[in-house]
């Protein structure tokens, strides 16, 4: 039996660009405090650290829809694009990041499966399929016990 083919690490330069871009760049995800944790190809981890901006429900100082339906967006964006940058390994990490230029959501769905109560977040994400135009990814918003709070899945438009 073949052995599958060894996965490529990014490089350092690859990654900070993607948490400039993404932390930085992209203003949204500043307001949100969405953070990356990790990314390997196909695949992205972040965070989100409570803060009264983000309450939903001020009763029970609970995280709002938004919040979560936008970080996961985000997230799913971020696997697209980690993908996307494994798929061209051979182009130098500033032209991989280029290529995120016409990268966006084009379907989107949550489902919320308990209220968001925490000090911290964890978002995941993963790519089902890369096809040249159109990126599956399904997402996990997680409660500071690890607990599943909502989950997504998105389609972006990658070309």
Same mark, same amino acid.
Request: glycine share 10%.
């Given at each position: !039996? ?6 490529? @690490?990014?490089? @350092? =330069?690859? *990654?900070?660009?993607? +948490?400039?871009?993404? =932390? =930085? ?18 695949r992205a981890a972040g965070s989100i650290e !409570? +803060? ?13 829809? $938004?919040? *979560?339906?936008? $970080? ?8 697209? !694009? ?6 061209? !390994? ?9 290529r995120f230029g016409k990268l966006g959501t *084009?379907?989107l769905r949550v489902d919320y499966l308990r ?10 994400? =993963? ?15 997680? $409660? ?6 909502? *989950? ?8």
């Amino acid at each position: !039996m073949p052995k599958p083919p060894a996965v490529q @690490e990014f490089e @350092e =330069e690859f *990654i900070q660009g993607l +948490k400039t871009l993404f =932390e =930085e760049k992209i203003v949204f995800n500043k307001v949100l405090g969405l953070k990356i944790e990790s990314v390997s190809p196909g695949r992205a981890a972040g965070s989100i650290e !409570m +803060k009264d901006d983000l309450v939903g429900h001020f009763a029970y100082h609970r995280v709002h829809g $938004g919040v *979560i339906s936008a $970080g996961l967006d985000a997230m799913g964006g971020l696997a697209a !694009m980690t993908a996307i940058g494994a798929r061209h !390994m051979d182009d130098p990490p500033d032209q991989r990041l280029l290529r995120f230029g016409k990268l966006g959501t *084009i379907d989107l769905r949550v489902d919320y499966l308990r209220p968001a109560l925490g000090d911290r977040f964890s978002l995941v994400a =993963e790519v089902l399929r890369l096809g040249s135009r159109v990126a599956t990814t399904r997402m996990e918003f997680l $409660g500071p016990d690890r607990k599943l709070l909502a *989950i997504g899945a998105a389609a972006y438009i990658v070309s």
